[in-house]
């Protein structure tokens, strides 16, 4: 069997593996998923979007474009995860226009930070209205014109990590990592010395609290692209020689 086959009796099969064939195929396969557009049932379309985002070819841009306007809410938000993890410049316009008029808030969403991947001055006057809001779709705004350099929504977001709440330091910190501009590390680097609880990880009836220092931690290795000497990730609680060791590469 083919690859090609392969492909398209997975995709048949609503099969996830077909994730990973794709990802074998690259490029290649961008032809198969365009035709699963028209395919029914909605898990194959589906797992289409999931595809395209695991080839991360920006000339898939036109099959995520056509998942944000399906007629599946499973298809629109699966395409709108993908489009929100790196840029496709094709989908610009499609990527505002639902940002804008999209029935689902949990779509805008997750476009507002797919619109942070696509610089240009439609993308910039389309978020500042909605940055200016309360909820989830202003902050992601703001993010989002912080990832495009508007000076106002760095502004605000180097402030809150300086906020009275731990949690709105801590989610602040983390935010940065979408961001992703090293520039703003040494805003972080003052946070290897807060040692404030702010997010419960593990079991329920035994929490641990990871501290605000942790998440700066993982956001300074993320913006430093920092080789440190122990795993970092969002479960870990670090020792205070690993928060050193960052503290050292950052000076």
């Not at 609503?14 to 290649?28: I, P, Y």
């Not at 122990?230 to 590469?249: G, T």
């Amino acid at each position: 069997m083919n690859g090609t086959t392969r492909l398209e009796n997975l995709l048949s099969q609503g099969s996830w593996q077909a994730v990973d064939e794709a990802q074998r195929q690259g490029s290649a396969a961008l032809p198969i998923l365009r035709s699963v557009l028209a395919h029914e049932p909605y898990v194959e379309r589906q797992i289409a979007m999931k595809c395209v985002g695991r080839i991360a070819d920006p000339a898939g841009a036109d099959i995520l474009a056509a998942g944000l306007t399906d007629t599946n809410i499973n298809v629109r938000i699966a395409a709108a995860n993908e489009l929100a993890q790196k840029s496709y410049p094709g989908a610009l316009d499609s990527v505002l226009d639902q940002l804008m008029h999209s029935p689902e808030e949990l779509i805008q969403e997750i476009l507002a930070l797919a619109a942070g991947h696509l610089p240009s001055l439609r993308t910039i006057e389309t978020l500042r209205p909605l940055a200016a809001g309360a909820g989830d779709l202003a902050l992601n705004a703001r993010m989002a014109l912080a990832k495009l350099g508007d000076p106002a929504a760095r502004a605000s977001m180097v402030a809150d990590l300086a906020a009275p709440l731990p949690r709105t330091r801590y989610d602040t910190a983390g935010q940065l990592r979408y961001v992703g501009d090293a520039s703003l590390a040494p805003h972080v680097r003052k946070l290897l010395s807060d040692r404030a609880e702010a997010q419960p990880i593990g079991l329920k009836h035994a929490p641990r609290y990871r501290r605000v220092c942790d998440q700066a931690v993982d956001t300074l290795v993320f913006l430093r692209q920092l080789k440190v000497s122990f795993p970092v990730n969002l479960e870990q609680i670090y020792s205070e020689d690993q928060i050193r060791q960052v503290e050292q590469l950052t000076a």
